[in-house]
């Protein structure tokens, strides 16, 4: 079984930057895509970004130009590269792994305030 653990959150000033991990463990097989999510209080979990197998990615409008996500295939591992933060981007983030099935990490939060 799959399992996802993410790091890398953490409280940062407006303008800095956070760089998130996901590293997965556990037998995994073949990946069609990894997703990263946040759920700010109060609201819906949204999606952020996309990489797919072939290594198409996409974004929120809201992140575009300010967040890169990328993944090494032989580490199973992804990342979220955020910069440019604002207290908007304030949520938990998970990171979401699809192949045979979908498994969500734990979550890690980030906080952007002054």
């Known amino acids: 079984q799959v399992q996802l653990a993410e790091s890398g959150g953490g409280l940062v000033q407006p303008g800095g930057s956070l760089r998130l991990s996901c590293a997965a463990s556990g037998t995994v097989s073949s990946i069609a895509a990894m997703y990263w999510f946040r759920q700010a209080p109060g609201k819906q979990r949204e999606l952020v970004a996309t990489?797919?197998?072939?290594?198409?990615?996409n974004y929120v409008d809201s992140v575009k130009g300010r967040f890169t996500i990328s993944r090494d295939i032989s580490k199973n591992t992804m990342a979220l590269q955020m910069s440019n933060l604002k207290p908007e981007d304030t949520a938990v983030y998970y990171c979401r792994l699809c192949g045979l099935g979908c498994v969500w990490g734990q979550g890690t939060q980030v906080t952007v305030s002054s």
């Open positions: 990489i797919t197998s072939d290594g198409n990615t």
